[in-house]
Structure formats: structure tokens, C-alpha cells
């Protein structure tokens, strides 16, 4: 059980692209979605908190109308990278909890995102 | 300010041997969870233990288990019998009680393991 489900696995797109990301949870409901950005070599990055049915809260530095979260459902969080540009290229993670503190995270596979 | 502190980058251990990966963290908070994930190169993050900071037992999962020193703010990762799948990132997370379930992660430890 637990399953956070995260497409696409690898995108390539040219610059001034922009690009969706969803993330579901597939056997449980996630009030709550984390999107992480990964470095090569690097820990994860939080970049926003996705609450369903209220706008995100971004983490200090992010730019919010760079990086679009939307958390429609209890089941799907998405995250639009817009008009993405080559420094944009990472690694993307999604996660989401089945509620409380106390229970591990569940992250989804990730998405490599390359721009050239 | 509350951090994860992991100081060794890298780790290396002879297969079916013993491997300690060390995590020290800092908060102010009384309550907590700490967590040690693994990122193998498939990039995906994987729960191998965690451990409630309000229980002095150490947690256990098969061959890995946690020196968890709460005075200490310690919490290391022991992996026993050690075998070639256990190559990885390995990282240190926490998440206080109370707080918004966000994870504060440490820097990883990558762990080679010789055949």
C-alpha cells in the first residue's frame, strides 16, 4: 500500500516550454503533497507544500508563478514548471503522507527534467 | 533553527560486513520523528526506518537497525550483514510534532559496498 505514482518519468523540452508534472497518490488520500527539487549529488530541496483545495505554500526563494502547484483533488497534486529554462534542469520529487507526523512520507519516482 | 548534520559524504563496506552511517540533528522540539531513507540509483526514495523520539527502544528493520541517543541529538543507522542491493544515498530526516510534515533531510551519505 502507499503508492505515490509520479508522471512523467523523464522529460526533454526546449526552452520557454512549460511543463506539467502530476504526482497521485493511488491507494490513499493525501491531503497534503510535498514537491522536492534534487541536485546531482545533492539532498532534496523542499520547494512547496501542496494542500488540497487551498493554494500552496512555497518555501523561501521559490518564485510561485515559476513553479505552479495545484492539488485539485485528495488523489493529485501537479507542479507546472513555466517557460522552463536550461537552469531549470533537475530532478523533481513528489510525496505524500497518509496524515499525521508520525507516518513516513511516500515519494513517487521522480522526474528528471532536461532543457535544452 | 532545526538541521540534519550527516559528516561522512561518502562510506564504503566489504559485502556481509557491518556498516554505522552517522546523523546528528538539531531542534528545540521535545517531540519528533526521524526517518532514514535510501535513494538507490533509480532516483526513488525508499522508508528503511524510522523511530519515534518519545520511544527510548531502538527501531529495527531486519538488518538495519538505529542508535537513537536523544540527549545526544543522535541518531545513526547501523546496517548489518551488509549486501550489494544496500549500495545508495542514504539520508537522515526528522520531522518535529506538531509541525506541517515537512521533512528536514540531511546532506546523505553515499554508501558503496565491495564485493
Known amino acids: 500500500g502507499a503508492v505515490v505514482s509520479q508522471h512523467p518519468s523523464r522529460v526533454i523540452c526546449k526552452s520557454g516550454t512549460s511543463v506539467k508534472i502530476e504526482c497521485r497518490s493511488l491507494?490513499?488520500?493525501?491531503?497534503?503533497m510535498f514537491w522536492y527539487r534534487q541536485f546531482p549529488k545533492q539532498s532534496l530541496m523542499l520547494m512547496a507544500t501542496s494542500n488540497e483545495g487551498s493554494k500552496a505554500t512555497y518555501e523561501q526563494g521559490v518564485e510561485k508563478d515559476k513553479f505552479l502547484i495545484n492539488h485539485a483533488s485528495l488523489t493529485l497534486s501537479t507542479l507546472t514548471v513555466t517557460s522552463a529554462h536550461p537552469e531549470d534542469s533537475s530532478f523533481y520529487i513528489c510525496?505524500?503522507?497518509?496524515?499525521?507526523?508520525?507516518?513516513?512520507?511516500?515519494f513517487g519516482d521522480g522526474t528528471r527534467l532536461s532543457i535544452l | 533553527a532545526q538541521t540534519v548534520t550527516q559528516s561522512q559524504p561518502e562510506m564504503s563496506v566489504q559485502e556481509a560486513e557491518t556498516v554505522t552511517l552517522s546523523c546528528t540533528y538539531d531542534?528545540?522540539?521535545?517531540?519528533?520523528?526521524l526517518f532514514w531513507y535510501k535513494q538507490p540509483p533509480s532516483r526513488q526514495m525508499i522508508l528503511v526506518i524510522r523511530q519515534e523520539a518519545y520511544k527510548q527502544q531502538n527501531a529495527t528493520e531486519n538488518r538495519f537497525s538505529v542508535n537513537f541517543q536523544k540527549a545526544a541529538k543522535s541518531f545513526s543507522l547501523k546496517i548489518s550483514d551488509s549486501q550489494l542491493g544496500d549500495a545508495a544515498m542514504y539520508f537522515c530526516?526528522?520531522?518535529?510534532?506538531?509541525?506541517?510534515?515537512?521533512?528536514?533531510f540531511g546532506t546523505g551519505t553515499l554508501l558503496a559496498v565491495q564485493p
Open positions: 531542534t528545540s522540539e521535545s517531540d519528533y520523528y
Open positions: 491507494d490513499f488520500q493525501a491531503t497534503t
Open positions: 510525496s505524500a503522507g497518509t496524515g499525521g507526523n508520525n507516518q513516513p512520507q511516500h
Open positions: 530526516a526528522f520531522i518535529p510534532l506538531g509541525a506541517t510534515n515537512k521533512l528536514i
